[in-house]
């Protein structure tokens, strides 16, 4: 699908398009076969399109008079499901999207998006650009929350002591899904900050604010990721002190239980040598003299430890 956009939007076919009139497009690839050569797109750059790789990074081409782009999206909320790949095309006044990979149709709805969200006379080149870019991020801050009071959830957790098996694999499972989240800002940012440079002057210096703003959104957001990550840290970390903490308390109880039984062995030891001349073995409350000087020890062992605060 093609809109023109004149005084009012009007959708065009594919053979009636025209450069010099400010043009956004929706093409599958089997339709650009057909239509890369009339809009003088480079043979490499279709070449692009064709290739479903799902390890292609997120890039884009400058030409002489043209940009060329390929994003692999990642969903904030379905971040190892499989990714729309989208390519897109700046030439003249034509704002082109690929739909290479569209499984749920975003893409498509992104694109409609940014052609519908202002009047005719108001759109431009970069504010097409900006809205598609803007409608690809939409719920991502939403997300970014929900991982964020997640990670709260886990600190609360250790701060309870209601911690569970699976406790660190959620904190790695986190650690990765906000890394591959910043890594695809930086790769969004990669290319922004390409079109704002503007280095074959497709845009005049009027349109590049629409730019700086989308850098500053992909900043915060990358930002965002960059404190999660050390939020992440910083709870593996007290999850470790936690865990140490639980070792010390006990080995503390086997000190203190050792500790006490020690002299009642020392006690049990020495009545329980073979000499035939021992007074207490003769003497009527022999047992019960023992039975109570264990207890004494035991006594002052509980008393000392409380007063050296072990207990």
């Known amino acids: 699908m093609l809109y023109e956009f004149d005084r009012e939007l009007q959708e065009l076919?594919?053979?009636?398009?025209?450069?010099?009139r400010l043009t956004a497009g929706y093409v599958t690839v089997e339709e650009l076969e057909d239509l890369y050569e009339r809009i003088g797109m480079q043979r490499e750059d279709m070449e692009q399109c064709r290739k479903e790789s799902v390890n292609y990074r997120s890039n884009v081409t400058v030409h002489e008079d043209s940009y060329f782009g390929i994003i692999n999206r990642v969903e904030c909320n379905d971040?190892?499901?499989?990714?729309?790949?989208?390519?897109?095309?700046?030439?003249?006044?034509?704002?082109?999207?690929?739909?290479?990979r569209d499984i749920d149709n975003?893409?498509?709805?992104?694109?409609?998006y940014a052609v519908h969200r202002l009047k005719s006379e108001q759109l431009s080149l970069e504010k097409l650009i900006y809205g598609f870019f803007e409608r690809l991020?939409?719920?991502?801050?939403?997300e970014l929350d929900h991982k964020e009071a997640a990670i709260e959830e886990l600190e609360e957790d250790i701060h309870k002591g209601t911690i569970e098996r699976e406790y660190i694999s959620d904190i790695l499972a986190l650690k990765k899904e906000v890394s591959?989240?910043?890594?695809?800002y930086e790769q969004l940012?990669?290319?922004?900050?390409t079109l704002a440079e503007n280095e074959n002057r497709l845009?005049?210096?009027?349109e590049l604010k629409n730019f700086k703003m989308l850098t500053v959104k992909l900043e915060r957001l990358s930002s965002h990721c960059l404190m999660l990550k050390e939020n992440l840290v910083q709870v593996r970390e007290a999850y470790s002190a936690s865990l140490d903490y639980s070792l010390n308390a006990v080995m503390k109880l086997f000190t203190v239980v050792t500790t006490i039984f020690q002299p009642l062995t020392l006690i049990a030891g020495w009545?329980?040598?073979?000499?035939?001349?021992?007074?207490?073995?003769?003497?009527?409350?022999?047992?019960?003299?023992?039975?109570l000087l264990s207890l004494v020890v035991i006594l002052f062992c509980l008393w000392l430890f409380k007063k050296k605060r072990l207990l």
């Open 271 to 291: 009545y329980g040598m073979n000499f035939a001349y021992m007074p207490e073995l003769t003497w009527r409350y022999g047992y019960v003299g023992v039975i």
């Open 137 to 142: 991020l939409a719920e991502d801050n939403k």
């Open 106 to 112: 975003s893409t498509k709805e992104s694109f409609l």
């Open 180 to 184: 591959i989240l910043r890594n695809y």
């Open 13 to 20: 076919p594919m053979e009636q398009l025209q450069e010099n």
């Open 203 to 206: 845009f005049t210096a009027e």
């Open 189 to 193: 940012l990669y290319i922004n900050e």
């Open 79 to 100: 971040i190892y499901g499989t990714r729309d790949r989208i390519g897109f095309l700046i030439k003249g006044k034509l704002f082109l999207i690929i739909d290479i």
